[in-house]
C-alpha cells in the first residue's frame, strides 16, 4: 500500500498505521492492533 495515497487522502500517521495493521489482520479486536500497529490503546476507537 503506498502511504503517500493513504495521506492525501486525509488520513493521519495514527490512522495509517492502523488501517494498514488491519489489512494485515482482518477483523481484530484492540489488542492485536495496538501490538501491529503500535498505536496507543486509548486512541483505537470505531468512528461512526
Known amino acids: 500500500m503506498d502511504?503517500?495515497?493513504?495521506?492525501e487522502a486525509g488520513l493521519t500517521e495514527?490512522?495509517?498505521k492502523v488501517y494498514l495493521a488491519?489489512?494485515?489482520?482482518?477483523t481484530s479486536t484492540s489488542g492485536p492492533i495496538v501490538?501491529?500497529?503500535g498505536v496507543a490503546r486509548s486512541i483505537i476507537?470505531?468512528?461512526n
Open 3 to 7: 502511504i503517500m495515497i493513504l495521506r
Open 35 to 37: 501490538e501491529k500497529s
Open 45 to 47: 476507537f470505531l468512528k
Open 14 to 16: 495514527g490512522e495509517i
Open 22 to 26: 488491519l489489512l494485515e489482520l482482518g
